[in-house]
Each structure stands twice: as C-alpha cells, then as structure tokens.
Nanobody, 118 residues
Framework: VQLVESGGGSVQPGGSLRLSCAASGFSFSSFAMRWYRQAPGKERELVAGISSAGVNTNYADSVKGRFTISREHAKNTVYLQMKSLKPEDTAVYYC????????????WGQGTQVTVSS
C-alpha cells in the first residue's frame, strides 16, 4: 500500500499550488480520502475530505473558499487545489485514506512540504 504526495513547494502569498496523492495497493474507489496538515509546533489538523464516490466534500473553516479537494478514480489520485495561499498555510501536508468504522482501515502518506513566504 502506498500514498505518494507530490506538488508541494515554495510559493509567495496569494499564489497557488496543486497537491496530488497517488494511491496504490488498495481499492482506491472504496476509500474516503482526506488531506491533513501539520505546521511546526502544532497538532496535525484536518484540511479537507472527500467521500469515496467523490460526491461529498468538507473543509476546515480556515481554507473554505480557497482550497478544493477532488479525486480521479481512473488515476487513483486525490488532489488538493490551493489558491490565495497565506503564510499560515505553511505546513507539511499529508494524504490519508480510510474506510469503515468498526473495522477501520486507514493509510497515511509521507507528506509534502508547502511553504508560503515572501
């Protein structure tokens, strides 16, 4: 099982980035997906989530209207489009896959760094 994030980097405030998370080794279409982030000295926080079918999405208040989560089943990939980036968006961004409640199965990616600075 692998979740491989890419697309991170350094950008100026107001800029955009698109993160990708390529999944392999499990049934991607049956898993809900999330993006988390963790800034230095802070707890990991949920940024956005998308249901297995891609119908339902949810966002942290801090990113609503700026970030968009989407998924492409043909490529086993989930995306996070980030616009109007702010310095406080600086963090390591992690991809997370999960399925089930009682018998929960979940996987984490290794993370990709996003730095927003002038």
């Amino acid at each position: 099982v692998q979740l491989v994030e890419s697309g991170g980097g350094s950008v100026q405030p107001g800029g955009s980035l698109r993160l990708s998370c390529a999944a392999s080794g499990f049934s991607f279409s049956s898993f809900a997906m999330r993006w988390y982030r963790q800034a230095p000295g802070k707890e990991r926080e949920l940024v956005a989530g998308i249901s297995s079918a891609g119908v339902n999405t949810n966002y942290a208040d801090s990113v609503k209207g700026r970030f968009t989560i989407s998924r492409e089943h043909a490529k086993n990939t989930v995306y996070l489009q980030m616009k109007s980036l702010k310095p406080e968006d600086t963090a390591v961004y992690y991809c997370y896959a999960h399925r089930g409640v009682v018998n929960r199965i979940d996987y984490w990616g290794q993370g990709t760094q996003v730095t927003v600075s002038s």
